[in-house]
């Protein structure tokens, strides 16, 4: 089983960056493919990014293409999401998971990991 800890959130004005990270512990993270998901108030976990195992390919929900990058680096076990652009609509938690899928899944109900989360707000 692995265990994974989001780091990085915080408080950003509108136009600002920031850079999320998730470390995994209890085991690799290579096996596994790595997506963030996002929860804010009253609504439901929805999908950000998600990355294959060997980092090669990378998928994101329109709401975040272009402004969004997720990468892993699978030596240090971590993975991020790099934010950049950020909008008052990308306020939320943000949750780190992963996956012993065989394709990248955009639902929650594909991932089998969870962290804890970390909040991002965005201010206007």
């Known amino acids: 089983q692995v265990q994974l800890v989001e780091s990085g959130g915080g408080l950003v004005q509108a136009g600002g960056s920031l850079r999320l990270s998730c470390a995994a512990s209890?085991?690799?993270?290579?096996?596994?493919?790595m997506g963030w998901f996002r929860q804010a108030p009253g609504k439901e976990r929805e999908f950000a990014a998600a990355i294959l195992r060997s980092g090669g390919r990378t998928y994101y929900s329109d709401s975040v293409k272009g402004r969004f990058t997720i990468s892993r680096d699978n030596a240090k076990n971590t993975v991020s999401l790099q934010m950049n652009s950020l909008k008052p609509e990308d306020t939320a938690v943000y949750y780190c998971a992963a996956s012993e899928g065989a394709t990248i899944p955009t639902k929650k109900d594909g991932y089998d990991y969870w962290g804890q989360g970390t909040q991002v707000t965005v201010s206007s």
């Open positions: 209890g085991r690799t993270l290579s096996p596994y493919i």
